[in-house]
């Protein structure tokens, strides 16, 4: 799947017209695999895509679907590092919002990824998550499976003549096929418009801070969860969405991670640890990103986070690339934010 989608991606605009997908389907790295043909690809947008566009994403390779765009102000610290020496006071500055930082708007779209790529894709699948009420009223940490987070830019589109189209088990519940013969299309169902509606305030993206060092692009975008209160305190959650791509030519292997987190309340920590989610990824021109989510909590309703990864590469240099600062804020939540998957 992945070499396929990186020969995909050097098919110029005029070829994609009338050449043929062909993805390794899950049983490919098994002894008798075969390519199978899963679809025709489409010419690349310059305007939005919509709910139910079927595409190959362009960096991991997997099969998805569009569900719902987000308008994303993406903060880029590489035009206003250009031509600056490297000091640790660039690091050092967790504004999010500086005025030097470069700012533009991108599409965004949320997505559900083909189960069947998921085992062979470098990307948590899990990492959608919100704190929702229980039966007990009290906040428990919903984690909804195979959904992303996708750029405009990271979008291979194509059309499909199979009437499976896509193996998750939402897809038949926030979809519906035309009765057109095929190739297909897809349009949202009502249970997806009633889904996004009630849940928008945690799946919604807003902002994207990116950096580079070292032919290394580090890509994060903040999202809040909610609150859980008690009769003493108040205590907010965000989870965090990181991609690690290189850019380079030279393998390179994360180490360590080092994070600062600055509360409202005027508390700093400081967390350093071996590598990320348990594992220090290799990125090589063969698998070149890595994606992760976690989780920070503050008592407080916002705060700052900014830090660094180590590398090591594979010429033996050891250096660190900043995580580009960004903002923990709260938001106004609706009043029953209970996952209404379990009744879709």
């Not at 049983?27 to 595409?55: D, H, I, M, W």
């Not at 994207?208 to 108040?234: A, C, D, Q, W």
């Not at 400081?270 to 348990?278: K, L």
């Amino acid at each position: 799947m992945l070499l396929i989608a990186k020969v995909i991606r050097q098919i110029s605009t005029n070829e994609i017209r009338s050449v043929a997908i062909r993805c390794i389907s899950t049983s490919c790295l098994r002894t008798n695999s075969k390519l199978a043909e899963v679809g025709k690809l489409q010419t690349p947008k310059t305007e939005n895509y919509v709910t139910g566009q079927l595409f190959l994403h362009k960096v991991f390779g997997y099969r998805g679907v569009i569900l719902f765009p987000w308008t994303a102000r993406v903060y880029d610290r590489d035009a206003a590092n250009q031509g600056k020496e490297e000091d640790s006071s660039v690091i050092s500055n967790n504004d999010p919002n500086n005025k030097e930082v470069q700012k533009r708007t991108q599409t965004f779209y949320q997505v559900l990824i083909d189960s069947r790529d998921i085992p062979f894709i470098r990307a948590q699948t899990e990492a959608v998550t919100f704190l929702g009420n229980n039966q007990e009223n009290s906040r428990s940490l919903y984690a909804i499976p195979g959904l992303d987070y996708v750029s405009h830019s990271d979008v291979i589109p194509y059309q499909t003549f199979e009437s499976t189209a896509l193996s998750h088990e939402l897809f038949d519940k926030f979809l519906k096929r035309s009765d057109t013969d095929p190739p297909y299309t897809y349009f949202p169902s009502e249970t997806l418009k009633a889904w996004q509606k009630k849940n928008h305030t945690f799946l919604e993206l807003s902002d994207v801070h990116l950096e580079t060092t070292n032919n290394i692009r580090i890509t994060v975008i903040p999202f809040y969860m909610g609150k859980k209160e008690s009769p003493s305190s108040s205590v907010y959650w965000w989870r965090y969405c990181i991609r690690l791509e290189n850019l380079g030519e030279l393998s390179v292997q994360l180490r360590e991670r080092h994070w600062r987190i600055f509360s409202l309340t005027g508390t700093l920590e400081t967390v350093r640890g071996r590598g990320i989610v348990g594992q220090e990824p290799i990125l090589n021109s063969r698998l070149p990103a890595f994606q992760y989510s976690s989780h920070v909590s503050l008592q407080a309703p916002s705060g700052h986070m900014w830090g660094s990864f180590r590398f090591e590469r594979e010429d033996g240099l050891v250096f660190d690339c900043r995580i580009p600062p960004f903002s923990l804020e709260s938001k106004t939540e609706p009043e029953n934010t209970q996952n209404d998957e379990e009744n879709s």
